[in-house]
């Protein structure tokens, strides 16, 4: 049974920090593609930022400079530092696992941590 299990939201001021993780179990860690996603009420899931098998990062354009993504491995945990929040970053926020890294269909979710901002 594959879990993932996010947990770190919470509700901060604009300009604050926060820290997501991301604890994986069930599954060979190192074999998956990794990211979080978010969606803002309203809107649609939008991703945020894949971390490949061999370690190379991408960023959503509206997170670059300011959001952070990492893995441990020896904890198959995954993170999301996300500094100097703006409003628009209020979401839910999951991590995903996938084994293709096309990132159609992912094969696994979490069930999300809230991201509330506020001005």
């Known amino acids: 049974q594959v879990q993932l299990v996010e947990s770190g939201g919470d509700s901060v001021q604009a300009g604050g920090s926060l820290t997501l993780s991301c604890a994986a179990s069930?599954?060979?860690?190192?074999?998956?593609?990794m990211a979080w996603f978010r969606q803002a009420p309203g809107k649609e899931r939008e991703g945020v930022a894949t971390?490949?098998?061999?370690?190379?990062?991408t960023y959503a354009d509206s997170v670059k400079g300011r959001f952070t993504i990492s893995r441990d491995s020896t904890k198959d945990t995954l993170y999301l530092q996300m500094n100097d929040l703006k409003p628009e970053d209020t979401a839910m926020y999951y991590c995903?696992?996938?084994?293709?890294?096309?990132?159609?269909?992912?094969?696994?979710w979490g069930q999300g941590t809230q991201v509330t901002v506020s001005s």
């Open positions: 995903a696992a996938d084994y293709s890294g096309l990132w159609l269909n992912p094969d696994y």
């Open positions: 069930g599954y060979f860690y190192a074999s998956y593609f």
């Open positions: 971390m490949h098998t061999d370690g190379t990062i």
